[in-house]
Structures are given as C-alpha cells and as structure tokens.
C-alpha cells in the first residue's frame, strides 16, 4: 500500500496465527486442510516482509498447549505438514535468505520431526534477509522459567540479575523485542506468548482468520502501527 512509510517499517514483527481450524470448518473440511492453507499463507506474508523490509518475524506455530490438548490425528497431521514444509521449503530459503529460528523445545517431537528442523536450523546463509522465528511446542512462562533455571545453573549472584542478563538467556537473544503483535481469527489476549518480550509492543487484532490474512492485511496493520505513538512507559 502507497501510505506505507518505508522509514518506519517495524523491525521485528510477532504473529498469533489464529483461525486455521474455523477456516476449515466454515467449508466443510478437516482441520489440517485448514493447517495446509495457513502454511501456504505464511509464505504470502514472509514475502511481503521481506518487500517491505521487516527484518524479524516471529510466529506461534505450535503451543505446549495446543500440542498436548489437540487430537492425535491432528497432531500427526501438523507433524507431517512441518516435515514437508521444511524438505520442500529448504533450497528456497536459502537462495530467497530466509534464516529459521525455532523459539521452544522441538526436540520433544518425533525424531524425524526434531532431526529434519535441525538440519534446517544448520543452515549459514550468504545473504540473509530476514529471520523467521517458529514457536514450535513453545510457552511464554515456560521460556522465561527456563531462562531462571540457566541463571542460577551459572551461579549469578541476586544482585547481577538484570532484564538484560535475563533477556540473554531467553529463545529470541540477539534479536530486539517485537514493535507489533498481529493476532488474527478474532480472540484479544496474548496466549501465553512472547510474554517478557511484548511488554511494550503494540497490538493489532482483526477478526479475520489466519488463512485469510494475506498482504493486505499486514499492510492494514503496519499503517495502524505507523499512526501510533510509542511510548514505551513514558
């Protein structure tokens, strides 16, 4: 969209892709053919990040939640929809510069699972352009209790525990907090995600479900984003 002022471009952008599942229902199809489309949009919207020039992108792929309490079939199916995702996506990322990171404890899958994404996370790429976070089997509080247990493993003192000692030891270390959270598919809360890192960000939600959520509608939320003023608790 014209409005867009490139000088202004969030760095890091941080999606709850909500509404796969109702997507799916509304016609008449199983969840994972609403799993399929939403991964067909992620590849829309890592796109326009990159045309616009977003260099951080984070996405709640998978929470330790939805894993556990979602139906074995659909679990399989979202376990079969990541391997083909990352066999068929792997040559492409690396010549488009596309880096994937993994936010939570993937190792917890299906060995084929957990050793197909760590031969994707291997990848040193030439000429990057943008990070992709998957929060894959991941939770805010969980991340940030994990991040306390290696602190005092390392035996810091109290007094030299700090927000950027613990911002160090959190999935997201060496990349700046998310200036915008999108979450689609119409609910308002935050889900147990990027719970230390959103603490200034600013919300965007929409009731328009996650397959549905293409380009345009990222542009929508970045213009919103650019009439703010941030203040970051001043």
């Known amino acids: 969209m014209e409005k867009i002022d490139k000088k202004a471009i969030p760095h890091h952008i941080a999606i709850i892709m909500d509404g796969n599942r109702r997507w799916a229902d509304k016609r008449d199809l199983d969840a994972n053919k609403g799993h399929e489309e939403g991964a067909r949009n992620l590849d829309r919207i890592v796109e326009r990040c990159k045309e616009l020039g977003v260099k951080n992108l984070t996405v ?44 939570g404890n993937f190792q917890a899958f299906p060995r084929r699972v957990a050793r197909a994404i ?22 805010g509080r969980d991340e940030i209790v994990r991040a306390i247990k290696e602190i005092i493993k390392e035996g810091v003192p109290a007094d030299k525990v700090n927000e950027e000692l613990v911002s160090k030891h959190l999935y997201t270390n060496g990349q700046p907090d998310p200036d915008l959270i999108i979450r689609t598919g119409g609910e308002v809360r935050l889900s147990n995600f990027l719970l230390w890192q959103l603490s200034y960000s600013e919300l965007y939600f929409t009731d328009t479900l996650w397959p549905d959520f293409g380009p345009k509608e990222l542009d929508r939320a970045i213009l919103e984003y650019q009439r703010r003023q941030r203040r970051f608790g001043k």
């Open 60 to 103: 709640y792929t998978l929470s330790t939640e939805n894993w556990r309490k979602r139906t074995t079939k659909e679990v399989a199916g979202i376990f079969d929809l990541l391997l083909r995702i990352v066999k068929e996506k792997k040559e492409d990322y690396e010549k488009e510069g596309i880096k994937l990171f993994v936010l």
């Open 118 to 139: 760590s031969e994707m996370l291997k990848i040193v790429l030439k000429n990057e352009r943008i990070k992709v976070n998957l929060a894959l089997n991941y939770g």
